[in-house]
């Protein structure tokens, strides 16, 4: 989309899109064909996804609980947005080969989204992910890309014809991904590794010791069986948390659901100061291609 479409309404965005790219979506139900018309989205077997004044899609036939709620969402941002990634942004950036087309898997809030096409000026962009509300606050960006709420393990999308897709700090479903991208498509999964979080994880977990680190490679290994391996990459560095943003660093992540509210208080008195950043990008493409 592009300079006086800003001016339509939100829902209107949305039709638009869905109108000019209906070729790249697939019925989430029976896997037909889709068209939009009058701000819903339908195929020939009647199946419908109304269009919701925020311009999203929900795709699913059932609603999802998730434990990921705008109060987790709301600090994620100010982290994001305070450059807490800037390193590993640049460096997905870079890494990226196809900007004419994104889509984000598992987009949260969009903040990484954002954050890229401030980087590499991303022409087509869609993010999904299976939280209503991460979605809606993905509205709030100021970026034109559409937002969907949609399942991982059935895409709702037409097979080969995503050539790049996010996959960050999320879940992966390597069949899916297979399907939707192109013959010569890329995925860039984000990682964290063994010092990601580490003194938000002491801290949180002072007595448990199997709590203060953990290993990723069980998970590299998949993606090393499931897609051909071209490029693996380790950031690693410290960041200086912003005086104002050293509470959100306590709610941005996963790592607090279980810890007691005591250790909470402790941490809000005296917050930390610094973060180690450790993560790794794998860059992928078709296996098949090399089989």
């Avoid at 064909?33 to 339908?42: G, L, P, Q, Y």
């Avoid at 590299?220 to 693996?232: A, D, P, Q, S, Y």
Wanted: glycine share 6%.
């Amino acid at each position: 989309m592009k300079g006086d479409e800003y001016m339509l309404k939100k829902i209107d965005q949305g039709a638009l899109f869905l109108k000019e790219n209906a070729s790249v979506f697939r019925c989430p139900t029976c896997h037909g064909t889709m068209k939009e018309e009058n701000h819903t989205f339908f195929c020939p077997s009647g199946h419908r996804f109304d269009l919701s004044k925020k311009g999203t899609l929900y795709f699913l036939n059932h609603q999802i609980q998730t434990e990921y709620t705008t109060d987790m969402f709301a600090p994620r941002r100010r982290m994001i947005e305070a450059g807490m990634y800037n390193p590993v942004m640049d460096e997905l950036a870079n890494m990226i080969d196809f900007p004419e087309f994104i889509l984000d898997v598992g987009c949260g809030e969009g903040s990484f989204l954002n954050q890229l096409n401030e980087r590499k000026s991303l022409e087509k962009m869609i993010g999904f992910d299976i939280s209503k509300e991460g979605v809606y606050l993905a509205t709030q960006q100021p970026l034109p890309a559409f937002w969907c709420v949609a399942d991982l393990t059935n895409l709702p999308f037409s097979d080969n014809c995503i050539p790049t897709i996010l996959n960050i700090f999320s879940p992966s479903h390597y069949k899916e991904f297979q399907r939707v991208l192109t013959n010569n498509g890329q995925l860039l999964k984000v990682v964290p590794q063994s010092g990601y979080l580490t003194e938000l994880r002491q801290a949180f977990y002072p007595n448990e010791i199997e709590k203060q680190s953990y290993s990723n490679e069980a998970v590299v290994k998949k993606f090393e069986t499931e897609m051909h391996l071209v490029e693996r990459k380790r950031i690693t560095y410290t960041f200086d948390i912003p005086k104002e943003n050293q509470l959100d660093l306590l709610e941005m992540s996963p790592l607090e659901w279980g810890v007691t509210e005591a250790v909470k208080q402790g941490l809000r008195e005296n917050p930390l100061e610094k973060i180690t950043v450790d993560i790794e990008i794998l860059k992928g493409s078709h296996s098949n291609r090399f089989h």
